[in-house]
């Protein structure tokens, strides 16, 4: 029976990395299923949700850890398989946009959290502003909001931090 693994990893940048990544997977079976890879700061870092026959997971795990001599520093996380997703959720999307500060993502996800949301993906960056130059912080973040969550509570925490920090804090929800 297929067991689901997701595999963490970090190196520093070069061509070849994902290519040995994938070797090792498909050397044991191994099925690549999904993947978030991304170049930060000269390093290459990612996570890869692999399906595999359950017991080629200890035999990965040996061989991804071999890798360490190549720089590659890796861990292998067993999934529960026995966790449904709820087709149901009601996802939302958040973009953040201003000057870059310290605590900005603290303060989003300190709203968010204490309103039991819970942050799926994520992707910020700090790039110069269009006129001025001066680092700009954007983030788009996707949440799920957990049943009987009032989406008047979340804009308003939201519309708060925007204004405190000066940023721009847009919501999309879909209509319900």
Same mark, same amino acid.
């Given at each position: 029976m297929p067991s689901t693994f997701?595999?963490?990893f970090i190196g520093d940048d070069r061509p070849g990395l994902v290519e040995a990544?994938?070797? #090792? +997977?498909?050397?044991?079976?191994?099925?690549? %299923?999904?993947?978030?890879?991304? !170049? %930060?700061a000269g390093k290459f870092a990612g996570l890869i949700s692999v399906s595999l026959p359950s017991e080629s997971g200890p035999a990965l795990e040996a061989a991804l850890d071999a890798l360490h001599a190549e720089g590659i520093s890796v861990r292998v996380?067993?999934?529960?398989?026995?966790?449904? !997703?709820d087709d149901h959720q009601r996802i939302v999307t958040l973009t953040v946009l201003g000057p870059d500060r310290p605590g900005v993502v603290r303060e989003v996800s300190a709203a968010l959290s204490k309103l039991?949301?819970? #942050? #799926?993906?994520?992707?910020s960056f700090v790039s110069p502003a269009p006129m001025?130059?001066? =680092? %700009?912080?954007?983030?788009? +973040?996707?949440? #799920?909001? =957990?049943?009987?969550?009032? %989406?008047?509570a979340l804009e308003e925490s939201l519309d708060q931090i925007a204004d405190e920090m000066h940023m721009d804090i847009t919501l999309e929800a879909p209509a319900s």
């Open positions: 997701i595999i963490t990544l994938s070797t #090792v +997977v498909a050397d044991h079976g191994g099925n690549w %299923l999904e993947s978030r890879l991304s !170049q %930060l996380t067993p999934c529960d398989s026995s966790i449904a !997703q039991k949301i819970n #942050v #799926v993906d994520m992707e001025s130059s001066e =680092p %700009l912080f954007q983030a788009q +973040v996707e949440a #799920v909001l =957990p049943t009987g969550c009032e %989406l008047e």
